[in-house]
């Protein structure tokens, strides 16, 4: 079995007697997510202005002087708009930068069309199969969630909730606590905040043998499952692709095509056991996938 190079300091689980106080330090934030569309509010001072900026462009500049430095108000009014909008989804794992924004933008023009397909399987990956169709996956119930961006990539509405967030941090760093040497619990490799699992030799590497993390926001998932278990996930409603997760000639994307959202575990009382004992199931896939070996979750 490979052994995948990794740092120590990456892949290092916090102490037992500090796994309290770095989890108490992570629930005190707070996100409001939010996507705003763009508007323009014309007071009475602003027409005035803009009448006479008007004027005298027309009066002081060439015809088409005129026309391409008005023709550039709306589209630096999108940028803008759509800038904000990057920031306002939160910390992830691009830099909250304008250079950040202009990487991103640049990978739109590679995106998944359809984030709701499978990839198709490759009979030379190990394993060669999935494992979540011996647990009949319930169907997720009511509308799919708004979700918005590549890097970070978030839920607008339906976020998770605090109970369920807190027993999937304890099931991680439980698990990397219970097998060492398989397992560590550290900050996510690719999103450079929140928790993430690691294996510490897998036979898929993803950013340093990442197996999952968990976003504090929305308390969304980012995973990497087999295409046996990604149909099943999104046939069941429990997630969607990345819109980066695609083999493209031209560019090289940062995540494999395997690579997949998973929805956070809602918040109402009585779904709260079932939708988490469903999350378990899909991270305990994501595990088969990366390590080829059958662990069991505990939340």
Known sequence: ??????????????PSDMLAEVEGETLKLKYTIRQEPISVTLDGPTLFLSA????????????????????????????HNDYQNFLNLGPGGSSPTFRGYMIITWFRLWCLRDPFTAPKPDPSRVPTSGILSRHNLPY???????????????????????????????????????????FSAGTSCL???????????PLQTNCQGEIFHLH????????????????????????????????SPFVKTPVTPYFVMIYAPRGK???????????????????????????????
């Open 52 to 79: 006479l900026t008007l004027i005298l462009l027309i009066h002081f500049l060439e015809p088409y002087h005129a026309q391409l430095l008005v023709s550039l108000v709306p589209i630096v009014l999108l940028v």
């Open 1 to 14: 079995m490979p052994a995948s190079i990794v740092s120590a300091e990456t892949l290092a689980a916090p």
């Open 191 to 201: 999103e450079k905040h929140g928790l993430a699992l690691f294996a510490r030799h």
């Open 269 to 299: 009382k009585f779904l709260h056991d079932q939708e988490l004992q469903v999350i378990c199931n899909i991270i305990e896939a994501a595990i088969w996938n990366t390590l080829a070996e059958d662990v069991k979750m505990e939340s």
């Open 140 to 182: 997720r119930t009511g509308p799919l969630p708004v979700v918005a961006g590549i890097a970070p990539q978030r839920q607008l509405d339906q976020h998770g909730s605090r109970h369920c967030y807190r027993a999937l941090r304890r099931a991680m760093t439980g698990l990397a606590n219970r097998y060492p040497e398989k």
């Open 216 to 247: 504090d926001s929305d308390h969304s998932m980012h995973m990497c499952l087999h295409p046996d278990d990604i149909k099943e996930v999104l046939a069941k409603g429990w997630g969607q692709r990345h819109p980066l997760s695609r083999k």
